[in-house]
């Protein structure tokens, strides 16, 4: 299945912080959550054994985040991709770069549409 949609996107990026983590790949999201303060290792409580196709569709999803040419935009849906893969609190995240909540979402809410349609384009 090929997401269209924002809420598909944020799905699949946020199922793939949590594979990827999981899986313990030592460059990937585990190494960054653990530098985080707040993180509680939620994912390390949620370990599992994946089959081959899910990782293979986390490690496409992760590949997304390339698509987005603005690195402030790539950075702040990343922090709020790994915030709800349980690596801390989006509005901690907020608070210490001087971002303002509402803001930070809704831009990120545009940038997911945009990557909704790169991505359906790319695969379609």
């Given at each position: 299945m090929?997401p269209?949609?924002?809420?598909d996107?944020m799905n699949?990026l946020?199922?793939?912080?949590?594979?990827?983590?999981v899986?313990?790949?030592g460059?990937?999201?585990r190494?960054i959550?653990?530098?985080?303060?707040e993180?509680r290792?939620?994912?390390?409580?949620?370990r599992r054994?994946?089959q081959?196709?899910e990782i293979?569709?986390?490690?496409e999803?992760i590949?997304?985040?390339?698509?987005?040419?603005d690195a402030d935009?790539?950075?702040a849906l990343q922090?709020?991709?790994?915030?709800?893969?349980g690596?801390g609190?989006?509005?901690r995240?907020?608070?210490k770069y001087?971002?303002?909540?509402?803001?930070?979402?809704?831009r990120?809410r545009?940038?997911?549409?945009?990557?909704?349609e790169?991505?359906?384009?790319?695969?379609?």
């Amino acid at each position: 299945m090929i997401p269209d949609t924002p809420e598909d996107i944020m799905n699949s990026l946020v199922e793939a912080v949590e594979v990827i983590a999981v899986t313990g790949k030592g460059d990937g999201p585990r190494a960054i959550l653990t530098a985080w303060p707040e993180y509680r290792r939620q994912l390390a409580r949620r370990r599992r054994v994946f089959q081959p196709a899910e990782i293979s569709r986390a490690e496409e999803a992760i590949t997304w985040f390339s698509l987005i040419e603005d690195a402030d935009a790539r950075r702040a849906l990343q922090f709020e991709v790994m915030c709800k893969a349980g690596g801390g609190r989006f509005s901690r995240v907020c608070e210490k770069y001087g971002w303002k909540r509402s803001t930070v979402t809704s831009r990120n809410r545009a940038v997911l549409r945009r990557l909704a349609e790169r991505v359906s384009n790319a695969d379609g």
